[in-house]
């Protein structure tokens, strides 16, 4: 038997709204924002390593980047330029980087 408990919509509504509020103060909505555009990043890295079915012990050998610094991109950090290249080739990707300062690791690469 499950011990989940139900999804309680009104507290989600409640989240909503007290995010909706904590956004209009400047400082909060530049890090939240900071952490929307890490969070895609990480996860994006995450899905594709996870869909060439390697580990981040093999990803770091064929990119030249330590497990422990994969982890922690893995995590929520977005790497520096050079190391983003090394990520894009080994994983056969293509980083879009925005304007609005999102990062994006899709797979395929992109000529031009």
């Known amino acids: 038997m499950s011990s989940a408990k ?3 919509t009104s507290q989600m509504l409640d989240m ?3 995010l909706a509020k904590q956004r209009q103060d ?3 909505a530049r890090e939240y924002e900071k952490a929307q ?3 895609g990043f990480a996860l994006a890295l995450a899905r594709l390593r996870e869909a060439q079915g390697l580990t981040q012990e093999q990803l770091g ?3 030249g980047i330590p497990q422990e610094t994969l982890s922690r991109l893995e995590r929520g950090r977005i790497p520096a330029l050079p ?3 090394r990520l894009a080739k080994a994983l056969h990707a293509t980083v879009l980087i925005l304007p609005d300062e999102r990062v994006l690791l ?3 690469t992109v000529r031009g």
């Open 106 to 108: 899709a797979a395929g």
């Open 6 to 8: 139900p999804i309680n």
């Open 16 to 18: 909503e709204d007290y």
């Open 37 to 39: 555009r890490e969070g």
């Open 83 to 85: 190391t983003l290249k």
């Open 61 to 63: 050998a064929k990119a």
């Open 26 to 28: 400047p400082e909060f």
